[in-house]
């Protein structure tokens, strides 16, 4: 009962706190409807695709998902450099960021398409994969090319964060992963589904979808800093890939110690194991996925009030995602208890998953969802130097370790050396915003 008076409170309040809880409002309705999709495409694409290939398109998929990457950090720079403007009023700085921006990315495709065409051509990509398929450098390929518009185009949800409008942004996303679902099975009772059709169904609909909103947004709502050539201002690129170059690196080396576990694992224990290993993650992603609706409804939220110097509020809303994080740590006690249970409701068959394997992955999802809120603070107002280097630590760590206990002791050894490397922010990142809020961070600690 007084947890719901606290919640009720924490509704009525006015300003910054409103606009966090009603993207926390939508943000949870649209996630659990997100799950919910989710679960449903899982077992309709398993049954679709057999085991093999399911689990050569996750490796695909998590392999082209890298060129989301590859934009420099300019999305993370421009989510920043935007809430900061707008904080001091400045229109045309806003306009100048988001062309210049968009200018960046398309040049950047140009460039890669052709370089991508000729690396694919030269590539074994059966040998790499572990998979005979005689049109798999095709299919790659011409996945590829929609991964590279979407590139561009899914700039609108960092306009979307900016504007502490999270909550549209997971809509854009249920959106594309609903109509996704409805296409797979529509087309699947007309045809044969393979590799490609599943990669242009579920890349294409989501460029369509975020496409067809940016189109919406830049003619009302967000037609203040729409996207114009006259607005082109490269003097701005400094301002949006300083800070943007260090969370490129965050993020190319996160990407290397999540996206080549899909790889080492088909290479080394064989693509039936992705399966497992895939499943059991995104069903313990649901309880980060149900945490990201806070954290990423605070991330331009605390920028802006940083800039603002209200610290009182910064701390206060820390303390109560931290309340709601230690919440969803007794959640995930739960689900590793029912995970049996559960996947033969939702699969609809038995999966043998090891009891070690399920209490290491809880324990990393554990981990990870006690340091997120620090690690948003961090992020959010751009003082990401310490994790910059502990990025740069882990992707040079992670592959070696990965490929040794892989080979030594299973999928367990995949997941240990994500513990094993991760462990180190459950100090550093609560000490960095300890510092900064108690005005005490010097050198590494505020930069």
């Known amino acids: 009962m007084a947890f719901s008076i606290k919640i009720l409170e924490f509704i009525s309040r006015k300003g910054r ?7 926390i409002l939508l943000s949870g309705a649209v996630k659990v409807s997100s799950i919910v999709i989710s679960l449903f495409t899982i077992s309709k694409t398993l049954n679709i695709l057999n085991r093999d290939e399911y689990g050569i398109w996750l490796t695909i998929y998590s392999i082209l998902s890298w060129l989301m990457y590859f934009d420099g950090g300019l999305s993370s720079g421009l989510k920043n450099k935007f809430t900061e403007a707008k904080a001091v009023g400045d229109i045309d700085k806003l306009k100048s960021y988001v062309s210049t921006a968009y200018f960046i990315l398309t040049t950047t495709i140009v460039i890669i398409i052709p370089i991508f065409y000729l690396v694919n051509h030269f590539t074994n990509w059966e040998k790499l994969l572990n998979y005979k398929n005689q049109n798999l450098n095709s299919t790659i390929f011409y996945i590829f ?24 942004a997971d809509l854009l996303n249920m959106t594309s992963a609903l109509f996704s679902l409805f296409i797979i099975i529509l087309v699947n009772k007309y045809y044969h589904v393979n590799l490609l059709i599943t990669g242009i169904v579920f890349c294409g609909t989501p460029l369509l979808v975020n496409l067809s909103y940016s189109l919406y947004a830049y003619k009302t709502e967000y037609i203040y800093c729409s996207p114009s050539l006259s607005n082109i201002d490269l003097k701005y690129y400094k301002d949006l890939m300083s800070l943007g170059g260090k969370f490129f690196i965050i993020q190319l080396c996160n990407l290397l110690t999540i996206g080549t576990t899909n790889f080492i694992i088909t290479n080394i224990l064989g693509s039936k194991d992705v399966v497992s290993y895939n499943l059991v993650y995104k069903y313990f992603s649901f309880t980060t996925i149900s945490f990201t609706i806070i954290t990423s409804s605070l991330y331009s939220t605390i920028n ?6 209200d610290l009182n509020w910064i701390r206060n809303a820390i303390k109560k995602s931290n309340y709601i994080s230690y919440i969803l740590i007794f959640a995930i006690l739960f689900m590793t208890i029912i995970l049996d249970f559960v996947f033969k409701i939702w ?14 992955m809880a324990l990393y999802f554990a981990m ?3 340091v997120s809120t620090y690690a948003t603070f961090v992020t959010s107002i751009g003082k990401v130097k310490i994790a910059f280097y502990f990025s740069l630590i ?6 070696p ?4 206990l892989a080979k030594k002791i299973g999928i367990n050894g995949i997941i240990i050396v994500q513990l094993i490397l991760s462990a180190p922010g459950l100090y550093w990142l609560p000490m960095q915003y ?14």
């Open 347 to 360: 699969l609809r068959k038995d999966m043998q998953i090891q009891t070690s394997f399920k209490i290491l």
């Open 401 to 404: 370790l990965s490929i040794y």
């Open 434 to 447: 300890k510092k900064i809020i108690q005005g005490k961070a010097k050198g590494l600690w505020y930069s």
């Open 145 to 168: 090319l929609i991964f590279c518009f979407h590139f561009v185009i899914k700039l609108i949800d960092s306009i979307l964060i900016a504007n502490q409008k999270s909550g549209m």
């Open 17 to 23: 706190t409103k606009t966090v809880f009603q993207n």
């Open 394 to 399: 882990n992707s040079i760590l992670t592959i």
């Open 304 to 309: 802006e009030a940083y800039q603002q110097r």
């Open 368 to 370: 990870t969802i006690l």
